[in-house]
């Protein structure tokens, strides 16, 4: 067997690994006032009622796991490496390659991660005010009445 041949399913090998790295990676927590994880199912919470007093647009951004970034660096390196040059010119192809991957593997991760939020300012009914950031599955609007599930340090509004 050539040496190209091993390099190639080599390379093919650490693509796919990389590949799955980054999918993997991705699954991030929701924040919707909608979805409640394990631990919070069946847990009592404290309600609250209000009314909402202004809504503002924000981005949600989720933690960033380096998932991205090895994965594109592993298939940069890879493809940069195996189609560029011979000896030491495809290391060097090689290295650029997963520095470049890594960025862009990085920056791709980091836009997966966003998603669209509302930042809802509430007025308690006892006249505390309090502003919540959630997911914008649903539509807020000044005035309208709305109540506030707390538990455990997070907090929901809900119609």
Not at 43 to 49: A, D, H, N, P, T
Not at 51 to 78: F, K, P
Not at 141 to 148: A, D, E, F, N, S
Request: glycine residues 18%.
């Amino acid at each position: 067997m050539n040496n190209n041949m091993l390099r190639g399913g080599l390379a093919t090998t650490l693509a796919f690994l990389a590949a799955a790295t980054l999918v993997a990676g991705c699954a991030t927590q929701s924040n919707s006032n909608s979805v409640y994880s394990t631990g919070q199912a069946q847990r009592e919470q404290i309600v609250r009622f209000g009314v909402v007093e202004g809504v503002r647009d924000v981005m949600i951004q989720g933690s960033q796991t380096g998932a991205g970034t090895l994965a594109g660096g592993a298939i940069g390196g890879v493809a940069a490496g195996s189609t560029i040059g011979g000896g030491n010119g495809a290391v060097a192809a090689g290295i650029l390659g997963a520095v470049l991957g890594g960025i862009a593997g990085s920056a791709a991760e980091n836009k997966i991660n966003q998603r669209r939020g509302l930042e809802i300012t509430v007025r308690l009914d006892n006249g505390e005010m309090r502003a919540i950031t959630q997911e914008a599955d649903e539509i807020f609007q000044p005035g309208q009445r709305v109540r506030l599930l707390s538990s455990g340090g997070v907090t929901r509004v809900t119609h």
